[in-house]
C-alpha cells in the first residue's frame, strides 16, 4: 500500500479508505502524499489506527483548491457516507454558519448543529472552517443588524448597549427604521453571497475620511480593518447554495484513452467525485464532445446544471438539441470563461483530471506491459527494472554538464538522478564529455549495481559513439544501449542498423519520451545554474574593492545583479563605502548613485 501512496499527489484534499469497495474511513489533508503516507510509514501505538491501517484495501483522494476546501469537503462525505472509523464529525455538530431569519426587523445569528438548519424560516451562510467569530465582529460594525432574541412585535422603552455602541440599528425601539434596516440586511446579504467589495469600499471611505481630518490613528485603525477582511476572503467553494445541484465535468484524450472526471454537487455540497478512462476509436472522435457527454448521461443521472471548460462552448448548440429531444428543458449548460465559482471549480475538477491521468499511467499494470513489450520487441537480455538515460547541456559552449535521469519500473525516480559537472573539456565535445561522464559512473558501480538499460538521445551517430565507450570501459557485453532519435521517435538498439518503431500512442514510447525529456530537463537546470553563478561572479569580481566577503554579502541581500543595480544608494552604503558604490556604477552602468 505504501508504494502506492508514494505516488498521490502533494495537494490539499480528501482521501477515503475502502474496504469491499465501503467507505470506512475520509479523512482531509494539507497534503495528500505526507498525510496518507503517514498511515503505512510508522508503527502506531493507537489500537483504531492499527486497526484501519490493517483493513484498508483501497484509497481514493479528491483534490481541492485550498485546505478549506478540504475541511468542508470531508465534513460533506463524513455526513453523507457515515464511515465506521470516523467518529468527531457523526453528530449533529458542524462548522460554523451564519443564519439570518426571514422576518421583520431579521435576526442574525453563529449556528454550529445540524439540527438548526431545521428552521426553514432562515437562510444559511457558510460554512466557516477557519472560525467566524472574528469576521462577525466585523460585520457587525458594518452592519449593524441585531442578534438578540427580543421580541420585535414589542416596542420596549430603551435599547441595549449595543445600540449607543452602534453596533444594531435599535429595532426593539425605533420602528419608524424598517425601510432602513431592510436596506441593511439586504446588503449584508449581498456581502455573505460574496459581494467582499461593499464592505471594502466602505472602511476605504472611512479611512480616506480620517485621513482628510487628521485623525490618523482612526485610519490606520480603518486600514488594519481592511487588512483583516482581505485575510478573511477565503475561496470557500466546497458548498454553495443549498438549492445548487451541478456536475463540474471536464475529460481528456491520450492518445486512444478517453479520461473523464466528474465532480458532483449536490444540495450545494460537494459529494464526489466520479473519474472514468476508456479506450475510443478513430470514429468515436468526431463529434466528440457530444458523444462523450451523451454517453455519460445515458448512465447516469442528470443534474440541473452541468459545467463544462470553456473550449467546449462552441458545441453546445448540439447539446441543447439533444436536451430538447430528451424533453429535459430544464437543464442548464455553463461554459465559464471569467474567474468565478463555476471557474474555480472547473480549474479543481482539471487539477484531479490531470492527477487521474498521472495515476493510470504509473499504474504498475500499465508499466509491466510497456516494459515487457520493450523486452521482448528489442529482444533485451534483461528484464529493463531500471533504466538510465544521460544527457550533455553545454549551451552556448561554456559551463558543460550532464544529467542522468533514471527510471524503475517504469516510472521516474527522482531521488537516483545524477548531475555532473564536466571537468575535462573548455570546449564543446560532446563524444569527450560523455566519456568523462560513464566513466566517473562506472568506475564507482559494482557490476551487481549496473542499470538495466542505458539510454541515449540522439540517432545511430550518437549511439555508436557512446558504444565505442562502453567498449573502451570495458563494459561491453555487460550494459545494454539504445538510442531514442527525437525526429521521428525511432529507437536504435547497439549493433543493428534498422530502427525499432513503437506506436507513438503506447505507453512503451511514452516511458523512454519521459525518461529522455527528465534528463534534459534536469541538465538544463543545473546548466542555468551554473552559468548564472558564473556571470554573477564575473561581473562582481570586476569591481575594485569587492572581494569574496562583500560579493557574498551583496549577493545574500540583493539575490542577483540586476538587484544590485537597481538597489538605492542608502542600501549599498549599509555594505560597501562610498568609493565602492563609485566603482560599482562603473561597472555595473546601472542606475546606482546618490
Known amino acids: 500500500m505504501l508504494e502506492i501512496v508514494k505516488e498521490f499527489p502533494d495537494n490539499p484534499g480528501v482521501y477515503l479508505m475502502k474496504k469491499e469497495g465501503e467507505i470506512i474511513y475520509v479523512g482531509k489533508a494539507k497534503n495528500l502524499q505526507k498525510r496518507v503516507s503517514s498511515y503505512f510509514n510508522r508503527e502506531h501505538q493507537d489500537n483504531k489506527t492499527k486497526e484501519l491501517v490493517r483493513k484498508v484495501e483501497k484509497i481514493e483522494y479528491i483534490i481541492c483548491n485550498s485546505e478549506a476546501d478540504a475541511l468542508i469537503l470531508e465534513n460533506n462525505l463524513i455526513k453523507k457516507h457515515q464511515p465506521k472509523y470516523n467518529i468527531l464529525l457523526k453528530d449533529e455538530k458542524t462548522y460554523p454558519y451564519v443564519k439570518i431569519s426571514k422576518e421583520k426587523f431579521s435576526k442574525i445569528e453563529v449556528i454550529r448543529t445540524t439540527k438548526s438548519f431545521e428552521d426553514k424560516n432562515s437562510n444559511y451562510f457558510g460554512p466557516y472552517p477557519l472560525g467566524i467569530y472574528g469576521w462577525m465582529k466585523v460585520l457587525k460594525k458594518t452592519f449593524p443588524i441585531r442578534d438578540c432574541n427580543r421580541d420585535m412585535n414589542k416596542i420596549y422603552d430603551r435599547p441595549c448597549l449595543k445600540y449607543h455602541m452602534k453596533l444594531c440599528l435599535g429595532p426593539c425601539v425605533y420602528k419608524n427604521i424598517e425601510k432602513e434596516y431592510e436596506e441593511t440586511m439586504r446588503e449584508l446579504r449581498d456581502f455573505l453571497r460574496g459581494d467582499i467589495k461593499k464592505v471594502l469600499l466602505f472602511y476605504n471611505e472611512k479611512m480616506q475620511e480620517s485621513s482628510g481630518n487628521m485623525d490618523f490613528e482612526r485610519a490606520i485603525l480603518y486600514r488594519e480593518k481592511i487588512k483583516e477582511i482581505e485575510k478573511l476572503k477565503q475561496g470557500q467553494i466546497s458548498e454553495l447554495g443549498k438549492d445548487l445541484d451541478e456536475d463540474i465535468f471536464v475529460y481528456k484524450i491520450e492518445n486512444v484513452r478517453l479520461f473523464i472526471c466528474v465532480l458532483t454537487i449536490r444540495e450545494g455540497k460537494i459529494v464526489g467525485k466520479l473519474s472514468l478512462n476508456q479506450e475510443i476509436d478513430e470514429l468515436y472522435k468526431e463529434d466528440i464532445f457530444i458523444n462523450i457527454v ?3 448521461y445515458s448512465k447516469h443521472p442528470m443534474p440541473k446544471n452541468i459545467v463544462f471548460e470553456d473550449k467546449d462552448e462552441e458545441n453546445s448548440t448540439l447539446l441543447e438539441n439533444w436536451l430538447l429531444l430528451k424533453e429535459e428543458k430544464t437543464r442548464k449548460l455553463f461554459f465559464p470563461k471569467i474567474k468565478s465559482r463555476k471557474k474555480e471549480l472547473v480549474e479543481m475538477a482539471l487539477l484531479n483530471l490531470e492527477k487521474d491521468i498521472e495515476k493510470y499511467y504509473n499504474s504498475k499494470k500499465v508499466s509491466e506491459e510497456a516494459l515487457v513489450e520493450l523486452f521482448k520487441t528489442l529482444n533485451l537480455k534483461k528484464y529493463p527494472r531500471r533504466i538510465e538515460c544521460y544527457d550533455i547541456s553545454n549551451i552556448q559552449g561554456s559551463d ?7 527510471a524503475i519500473d517504469g516510472k521516474k525516480k527522482s531521488s537516483e538522478y545524477r548531475k555532473f559537472k564536466i571537468r575535462t573539456k573548455s570546449t564543446p565535445d560532446d563524444f569527450e564529455m560523455m566519456r568523462e561522464v560513464m566513466t566517473r559512473r562506472f568506475s564507482k558501480l559494482e557490476e551487481k549495481d549496473y542499470p ?11 549511439l555508436n559513439a557512446c558504444g565505442e565507450i562502453i567498449y573502451n570501459l570495458g ?13 521521428e521517435e525511432e529507437i536504435f538498439k547497439l549493433g543493428e542498423s534498422e530502427p525499432y518503431i513503437f506506436s507513438k500512442r503506447g505507453e512503451t514510447l511514452k516511458i523512454l519520451q519521459r525518461l529522455r525529456d527528465e534528463a534534459h530537463r534536469f541538465g538544463i537546470t543545473y546548466h542555468r545554474k551554473l552559468r548564472s553563478k558564473r556571470v554573477i561572479s564575473s561581473e562582481l569580481d570586476k569591481v575594485e574593492g569587492i572581494g569574496e566577503k562583500r560579493r557574498k554579502e551583496l549577493l545574500k541581500r540583493f539575490g542577483s545583479v540586476q538587484k544590485i543595480k537597481e538597489a538605492s544608494y542608502e542600501e549599498l552604503r549599509e555594505i560597501i563605502s562610498d568609493k565602492v558604490i563609485e566603482n560599482l556604477n562603473k561597472v555595473l552602468k546601472g542606475d546606482v548613485g546618490n
Open 294 to 296: 451523451t454517453d455519460f
Open 400 to 406: 558543460a554538464v550532464a544529467s542522468m535521469s533514471v
Open 452 to 462: 538495466d538499460l542505458l539510454l541515449i538521445d540522439g540517432g545511430k551517430g550518437q
Open 475 to 487: 563494459l561491453y557485453g555487460k550494459i545494454e544501449l539504445i538510442s531514442i532519435a527525437k525526429r
